[in-house]
């Protein structure tokens, strides 16, 4: 389930084979044929048909392929598109978030050292969008998860663990800054000012249309970390740098003979490894199983850090984990406030968690006044 070959090409002047297209209705086999010219040329694709159609931060879209080649060329394809929802879509384009993954795949994908789908193309260009194209995990026996999953603390540290072997593997890495210099550029400089510029009027909506699911006593600090979201961002990003996922919900997770694996790289950024343990464990264990072991979880990840040759701050790393908490917090607010992006029950359920997160932690009392 590793990654295997990567094609394609990212915001190139010319690409010798061009499988940039913007609807369902464009994957059709000649688009297919062209995806596996870039594999295996000789191959016939004789049909391509779409098994489904889900529409959230992207269009992703299952496709059943008929071809001639041989058993490892993927018959089940997972192709991301841009959303065909305009809310998501223009929240996701003008950082260019698909096109982000798109490079990380074509660049970095390679270096991940935790289960990844295996990748057959991504392309992406300035002003025709982006595409990728993945091995379908269900096709090789894969659980794909949804975001409304709830873990078990057993499998909550299996994840734990593989997180912490990704953070690690960065993080001993002298030149991490300079050979993914993008992803600190001036498309991420982009999004977080869009994130400050929209925080507070987004969760002032998102907090009126979660109701009694945040308790009152959030409000007051919520909107104040929607102000001052900028140096927020800031002081979380205060640690060892390392490449972090900085969207780990259920809903990104897959499961492959019983281990994890990671999907969905849009929000891929050099940042603080904890805050994706904070992400993962806000969102995916009920807050009674959070609240008994979250301790021990992330002391879990500091001991597979050590084990894995990374250093590791365990004074400041609960207090930085509280800090973190306050991200998946906002990131669940606000997709209520856009609407479209999370599916509306899940999107609720991991807002109830994760406002819970933070009211049993205390989260915003650890940030800068």
Known sequence: MNTLSIRGASDTPAMKTDILVRRPDDLTTGWAQRVVDLHQPGVTVSSASILSVDVGTTTRVRLAIEHDGPPNLPRRWFVKLPSLNWRARLITALPRLLHTEARFYNEAAHAIPVAMPSVLAAQSRLGRGAVIVLADITESGGVPGTPGDTLTVAQAEQVIRQLARLHAHFQKDANLLKTYRWLTDSVRQLEDYLGTALALPLMQ???????????????????????????????????????????????????????????????????????????????????????????????????????????????RLMNRYRAHLTYPFEAMILSLAVGSMIAPESNRELIRRTAAAVADLDAFSTLPA
């Not at 009126?208 to 104040?224: D, E, T, Y």
């Not at 001052?228 to 640690?239: C, E, I, K, T």
């Not at 997770?253 to 950024?269: K, S």
């Open 205 to 315: 909506r998102g907090l009126h249309r979660a109701g009694s699911l945040v308790p009152a006593f959030l409000h007051a600090p919520a909107l104040r970390y929607a102000r001052r979201r900028r140096r927020v961002m800031r002081f979380l990003a205060q640690a060892p740098q390392t490449l972090v996922h900085h969207d780990c919900h259920p809903g990104n997770l897959f499961w492959y003979r019983a281990q994890p694996g990671l999907l969905d790289w849009q929000l891929v950024r050099i940042g603080d490894g904890i805050g994706d343990v904070a992400y993962f464990l806000a969102t995916a264990l009920r807050p009674e199983d959070r609240r008994c072991r979250e301790t021990d979880l992330v002391a879990a990840y500091a001991d597979a850090l050590r084990h894995h040759g990374a250093a590791i701050d365990t004074k």
